[in-house]
């Protein structure tokens, strides 16, 4: 296989992942809080080997995905009026706790457990400051869960606040799903974010964009698979001609 074969399969191979990234996004198109996903990409210098490589033909450019990177803009606020939806106007995270310790989400689907704890669609409780879950006390009644994370009862009393936290370097942080992220940075207050009430975030994805970008996907795709199929049709006619000549 000649050079041109790899260039073209390293091409092919980048477009199947950034297709593979695309698709997620459009499946996560309903998704609270998810955020829109792009691949990166890089060239790839390679140095051929074996007999017969001539100098010029040191260097071979080739297509290499290098990352996913998520785009970080804030998705459009829905009012749901459900007092335990949460979304967050700013850069900042809910902390839930799991059983491998804190992780950050920007879902905000919330509802009491039967203890009455603050947790989210997958049971998790929610935690405030300190590191510990809020328990709603039984005559609680209605709650308000003002824009610093405070949370009052209807009798006056404050719950607790929530805790909403920050990092330097959100693109470094991992993806878990069911919304949930980690990092090895640590957390720093999220002062500037504030917690809008009875809302939630929806995904920032753009449907029409999304699907634009599969087409072009697959024209390249199609585009670099002739490529491939006329490179081959020249090899094999060298060798039937080379054939014919011995």
Request: charged share 20%; net charge negative; hydrophobic share 35%.
């Amino acid at each position: 296989m000649e050079n041109p074969l790899y260039i073209a399969l390293s091409r092919q191979n980048a477009l199947r992942r950034q297709l593979d990234v695309t698709a997620h996004n459009v499946a996560n198109m309903n998704t609270t809080g998810y955020k829109n996903q792009r691949m990166l990409f890089v060239e790839y210098i390679a140095k051929p080997q074996g007999v017969g490589v001539q100098p010029r033909d040191q260097r071979m450019s080739m297509v290499e995905d290098l990352a996913v990177l998520r785009d970080l803009s804030a998705g459009p606020i829905a009012q749901t009026g459900n007092p335990f939806d949460l979304a967050l106007d700013g850069d900042g995270y809910l902390v839930v706790e799991t059983t491998s310790g804190p992780r950050y989400t920007r879902t905000g689907q919330m509802h009491l457990d039967g203890g009455r704890r603050i947790v989210n669609a997958n049971g998790l409780p929610l935690l405030g400051e300190g590191n510990q879950p809020i328990e709603l006390p039984a005559d609680a009644g209605a709650v308000t869960i003002r824009g610093d994370g405070t949370i009052e009862t209807a009798n006056g009393g404050i719950a607790g606040r929530l805790q909403v936290v920050r990092f330097e370097r959100p693109q470094f942080m991992s993806e878990l799903g069911g919304g949930l992220y980690a990092s090895d940075e640590p957390a720093q207050p999220a002062e500037d974010t504030r917690v809008l009430q009875g809302a939630l975030e929806q995904s920032n994805v753009q449907a029409v964009a999304e699907m634009t970008q599969m087409t072009e996907i697959l024209r390249q795709y199609q585009s670099t698979q002739r490529l491939i199929e006329t490179e081959h049709e020249r090899q094999r006619s060298a060798i039937q001609r080379l054939a014919r000549t011995n």
